[in-house]
């Protein structure tokens, strides 16, 4: 009886894996190498596949197989048992939402990706702001079809992590701006020593791209699962563990911020990579949230490759690269360089201190967006208010305050806290780490696979298996935003 | 009545037009950018969206609206009856094919693809010859399946090429072999004096990706709706008229081979590009036959490409690009060296007079493998043997013998002798262009928009509207085999 249901979940596991395959690839490509006027056309194509994949995830045959499996209950093994859990869970956000609405939305997506990526280079918010104030809307309208009643900032933040409310966000950025203001100061003042001249000097990309080759190999990515492609806004796609999508951006004058995207994005492909075998291609196949995810990008970004162990190690092989250039630099003088705290204009390329207050900006938008308090017009004179308030800098251009990021023109709104309280996570499994062996001196000697092994066992091979919240908590505890400020603080004061 | 009639196939085409797109995107991306062990995963995709194509092209709905068409017969304008008769044949040579066998043979191409790139890497033809006999196997069982009385051959042909048959290739072959002997002897002995070490030195990729983007521009491709990427083997993929994909590869020690592959393809891509607007996105909105298509590569590639109006108007720019390299190579010079005639391995790189003599082995070898006189084991073997008979060469590997193309390791059967006809074509198309206006001298003078009108005009933008015989025989008459002899002759001899 239940072996005919297994099959039955298994093929409409292949249907719907097939589907989002293609349309991460269409994504991924569409980021990358496809022609500039090819978006309108890939905007209908990503549009009629999602009518595919809504018609199949919430038509009468999906229905069927969700109350079959609903109703053989305990007889089913626990990855099955959860296989329904989240598909109760997918079905219940999506079907709520009519499918015109819903393809419409698809649609708009990839006009409004197109629309960011021309007014981010042309410095022309006013061409964007159309697009902005209904990725809004649409953002709203389908939390309040998803929980009529609840509070619908709430509803997105749960759906990027489960869980996660606007009462806890709102104690944990109330916490952690408490102690990361006087922290970012002291760090700020005591970074003013520190000359970064020579790493801000002309590094061809070429030997960039060298570089990001060698990193790839550092954290340990498998080359063969794993390819870097080249996008303006960095990200990773993935497919299935055996095909994971990272990105980066090259400045010729800047370094370093290639060098930390590749680690970034590397360490959110590692967790991909690392999903266990028997998960792949059916809805545990992936990692189980975004602050857990951002918990795995800014723990490698930050935690390793900005310590200077990290600096140690790789320092050489960076020498050779770009030889004779950087030369003279020292390893404890590299780590200074690359942890620099200063305010600055760009979320992706602040240091590891003032990021946080990036977020919180961001964060205070989303709520008044989302509450109706302001509209997307106003976007570009708030942000400027707040880049004075919290980061004490002046916001010259559009194009490096509210069109920085592509976040909001993909729809993803509720995301952003999760990079906050993913660097939260980081430091607190540092802790955890460090009581089993020495983090820096795997670090020094190039033993990454111990960290990695240290993960993967922890959280990578679990997949969707396990919600966020219990999954850390059961490694970490409770989160602690003193945790994560007490790293900071030992690091940076 | 008719309209909701159009309405219905408006849906219809869309979702037919997107499992299209996104099967050609994975295409793409897989052979381009993809890692190594994407490839099953890739491959279950596409067998999977080729589940779910064949279901909806050939499932009751379908049916119904085939038939709605048809019954509306004259009270359709003549574009949707023309959709009508080319559904009607894409019914007929899907649906005869059980859905199973199907499925099974579009995920075996994406193996059989993987498994020849590795063999040709490697050179193990051991390796390959169990997908090749595989995929002759499903070619010949596929055509069976669709004219079970019929030469199977001609069945394959057919399918390429509208109304060809293997008797009407024996003829054209036949021929065209009588006059292409003594030409291409005659050629390469007066070749012998041809140096053409200067364009065999070390020309360094960076600098021939600049040529490509170059050569691009001259032949009039719009790059907003047309990319040009890397691949082991060049080829061309196009989703609609607002994105084409062009590829090719680079060896350092030889610019003229990916230099002509970029003209080649290019060739391609002016064709799907200058199809209708009011065509795209249905099954009407792309070039109508393999032979038209390869007319309009090997025109470009040949007719073109390798003028001496063409050498004069791109040397100027190919030594900026090389200097100092070529400093001293006038233009009459660099078209000799272009157009030497010498019989040689590897066809994709063969000269204009003996390309042909490579596609009459393959169109040999492919029907004695279709009639079961040899097996996929043999063709090695058989590969060397008529090497030596038709250019008289010993071929040292099966790396550069039989594992170089990959048209029959992506179940491309019957296609080879399309380029031989196109070449054919090409010759037509020029004796009639100059009835009009002087082609050498728009060559020499950069007005290629002036050929590429005339091609647009009279082929383009059709489509598939017009089948290829009758689409040709109305701009040139009837295929002539001396015709393109003649061309040759006067060229070479």
Redesign the interface.
Known sequence: MNEQLLERLKSFE??V???G???G??Y??GN???????A???G??MG??SR?AYELTTGPEAVKLLEDLEAAGDSLDPVTKRKAVLMRRGFDETSCIPMGEYVEYVKLQTESMDTWKKAKETDDFDLFEPYLQKMFDFARKFALYRNPDGDPYTTMLDSFEKGLTAERCDKFFGDLKKRLVPIAKKAAEKSKTIDDSPINGCFPVEKQRILSDYLMDVIGLD?????L?ETEHPFTDE??K????ITTHYYENMPAASMYSVIHEGGHALYELGTADELA?TNLGRGVSMAIHESQSRFYENIIGRSEAFCELILPKIKEIFAPQLADVGAREFFRMVTKVQPSLIRTEADEVTYCLHIMIRYELEKKMIAGEIRAKDLPGEWKRLYKEYLGIDVPTDREGVLQDMHWSDGNIGYFPSYAIGSAYGAQYLREMQKEFDVREAVRTGNIGKINSWLEEKIWRHGSMIDPCELFESICGPLDANVFADYLENKYC
Chains 1, 2 share one sequence.
């Open positions: 292949k249907s894996f097939a589907l395959h293609a349309m690839v269409l991924y490509d990358t190498v496809a022609p500039k006027r090819s309108i056309v890939r209908e194509t009629e596949l595919m080359k063969d699962r794993c390819t492609g497919f299935s055996y095909d994971v999508r291609f």
